[in-house]
């Protein structure tokens, strides 16, 4: 069976966007033994549009149509799919009441430009998208499954599950066995789990295939194993690489870093604290980004300045002049403060050189102190992050809920992060 | 003038590569005015890339072939051309110099699979390529400029440059002139974009054409001008843009909310502190993602219990009683208690129902309530995202930010957030 895709917008053929949507289409479609055949990508050009569904559709089995459901005059794939496949454009009832439906929800008048949206070639039938006003839809034309999806990563990618994947399926009969299991690990890189695997496990099966993709700051695991018994394959191999990582790995699934955290925090049933500096904030939001927040988080402080430091969490005068605000003792007294004004049983504290400007030579721009604990318990610990500033502050984040996570957990907090890179240099 | 790109690999297909070279080429293209009309990406398979090269050929002027050029097997670009355009592979004289050359430098002794990098269509040219092993080489195919680069990024970027562009100037005669402005706006949408234009704006003249791009939270506006007099038509178009978007505009090129926010902050020499209760930090922590953000920010408060907002803020226990921790009088008591606690000349407040959970009849999930000001002079407004969590946080998080934004430079605060689509009622 051949898929073909075909992206469309200015933006990817002017370069101002690099595509990361087919590859996102291209990972999922290996869940099924898929790659594509051949992916074309135009700009809003209706000619160049309508030819390229005829000549994809012609030579492939499945079409996937990427961009252009918009509201605005630039978005052209409804219409090009309707002259493509000589079917005029219709009002879809379907499309039409998840349209009102969107627009009621946010307190939206459908407008000429939305209701554009709900005009659908008359063949096609709606492909649902529960995050955007834009609906999905598809056709069959010459026996080629012709699906038409939203440009905006977050609308395709739970679409893809959803209903391109099962649509693909019952369209090519597709009935191989399969089992697919997806793990998150978090604090070691691509390479180093592909390294170990490599030297761990000498005799990992070519029926489980097992491939690493990067969703920042964390590495989504895969295993697919196609095989007779996939399911026991499967379950054993699993097993065995989640006991190799433990500590590493952080769920399954979509799972991220926060959640996480907050699980392990309700769990053992702790409040936490966060006295942050460099990342500012983030640490804190990243935390009250989850659902159910409220029960293991109820104050955080941002001390940008060593004045706030001093005011708001008691850091003494003395440490800020002696060790300065990015050393173990300010980091360590943030936490005792955020302790004791918020109550808080453990508390994370967080002061670095974010850069670009800031650094010396004793403390270069990258470098960053971590404390966290209970009253009277509490450690600390200094990292490096030569990076850009926001990389800095996300990986610092990050690797500092880590750090609290694995404290919670009884896991080790003395883990080398990402060490296997420096082993090898 | 027409440019196709043709790019090839596995990788690509697989999605285990994100393709950031047909952007490069793209953005490399604007420099002398031209757009990629239409991009084709295939494996490595040879029937496949021989009819794309003839297809492509056949309806551009320019056509770009990016990989395939390595020792292996899987390396087909040359034999494919050779095929595409009817000339025998023969060795390269130039090229077997330079692979020879390249082999000496680094000591090693050329193979079989280095030599096939020597085999290329007779009637080829070769493109120097000063970082790698594989010359690029060029041809032309029924007035078809056809140009062979290789995929690894660090040996195209030189070659793109210095060969790929001064070969396409030759070959097109290139002299139109253009004018690209990229304008970005805050707080309607896209279709309220071009609504408004085209109701405002009925003689948009069509030389300028006018693109929107969502670039979340902001839209970014791009006039891009093709014509003798581009530079003056898009002056007066861009003028004429921004005096009627006026206040939604906050800036140009790649400007974020944070720095156009910072940005005000510093012009008016303030220092603003944050009172957050439902977007846990997210503000802060957008502020300080900036650069610089220590002179116009110091210190932020995280309060997500009400218990935080009395001690921390000095929220009356009446106040949160009486009221509620989502009302006018409580995120108006958390300006003034950031305010007195920090010590900043301006504070921000926000206390909101983020849900999924937590909303009641009277305030149900995605209420929100905001407060702004200095002391003696706080105001608040209301709003309602009745979206998911994270969408929640951040719409609320970007329209506190451009709030402030606003206060600060005197535009109006009462604006009416994406709601052009509600006037049209």
């Given at each position: 069976m051949k898929v073909s895709l075909l992206l469309t917008g200015n933006e990817l053929m002017t370069g101002d966007t690099v595509d990361s949507n087919s590859a996102y289409i291209a990972q999922s479609l290996k869940d099924i033994n898929l790659v594509p055949f051949i992916k074309t990508v135009v700009g809003d050009d209706l000619t160049l549009l309508v030819k390229s569904i005829q000549e994809l559709s012609a030579v492939t089995d499945v079409l996937i149509v990427n961009g252009g459901l918009g509201p605005t005059v630039d978005d052209l794939t409804a219409q090009a799919l309707s002259m493509a496949v000589g079917s005029p454009l219709a009002r879809n009832a379907q499309a039409f009441e998840?349209?009102?439906?969107?627009?009621?929800?946010?307190?939206?008048?459908?407008?000429?430009?939305?209701?554009?949206?709900?005009?659908?070639?008359?063949?096609?039938?709606?492909?649902?998208?529960?995050?955007?006003?834009?609906?999905?839809?598809?056709?069959?034309?010459?026996?080629?499954?012709?699906?038409?999806?939203?440009?905006?990563?977050?609308?395709?990618?739970?679409?893809?599950?959803?209903?391109?994947?099962?649509l693909i399926r019952a369209h090519g009969a597709i009935t191989t066995v399969s089992d697919i299991t997806r793990i998150r690990v978090f604090g070691i890189t691509e390479s180093g789990l592909q390294d170990t695997v490599n030297e761990v496990f000498p005799d990992w099966p070519p029926e489980v295939d097992l491939g690493f993709r990067v969703q920042m700051p964390v590495i989504e695991v895969k295993l697919a194993t196609l095989s007779e018994d996939a399911r026991v394959l499967n379950e054993t191999w699993t097993k065995k690489f989640i006991d190799h990582f433990s500590d590493y790995v952080i769920g399954y699934d979509d799972v991220r870093l926060s959640q996480a955290l907050n699980a392990a925090l309700m769990e053992k049933r702790l409040v936490l604290s966060t006295a942050e500096s460099c990342t500012g904030g983030l640490i804190a939001a990243g935390i009250t980004s989850e659902a159910g927040a409220s029960s293991v988080f109820q104050a955080g402080y941002v001390t940008y300045s060593n004045a706030a430091k001093h005011r708001d969490l008691g850091v003494s005068l003395e440490?800020?002049?002696?060790?300065?605000?990015?050393s173990e003792q300010v980091?360590?007294?943030?936490?005792?403060?955020?302790?004791?004004?918020?109550?808080?049983?453990?508390?994370?504290?967080?002061?670095?050189?974010?850069?670009?400007?800031?650094?010396?030579p004793d403390k270069p721009v990258g470098t960053v102190w971590m404390a966290w604990g209970e009253v009277g318990q509490i450690q600390a610990r200094k990292f490096y992050f030569p990076t850009q500033r926001l990389a800095f502050q996300r990986t610092a984040s990050a690797i500092a809920m880590d750090l609290v996570r694995r404290h919670v957990l009884g896991l080790p907090t003395d883990v080398d992060y990402f060490s296997e890179l420096k082993k090898k240099r």
């Open positions: 998840k349209l009102d439906e969107w627009a009621q929800r946010r307190g939206f008048v459908i407008t000429e430009s939305n209701l554009k949206q709900a005009e659908l070639p008359a063949v096609c039938d709606i492909i649902d998208n529960p995050k955007g006003s834009a609906v999905g839809f598809r056709c069959e034309y010459n026996g080629c499954l012709i699906m038409c999806t939203p440009g905006v990563p977050s609308e395709l990618k739970p679409m893809v599950e959803n209903h391109l994947l099962p440490a800020l002049d002696e060790f300065g605000a990015v980091v360590t007294e943030m936490v005792a403060g955020a302790l004791s004004r918020s109550g808080a049983d453990i508390a994370l504290a967080i002061s670095g050189i974010a850069g670009p400007d800031g650094g010396s």
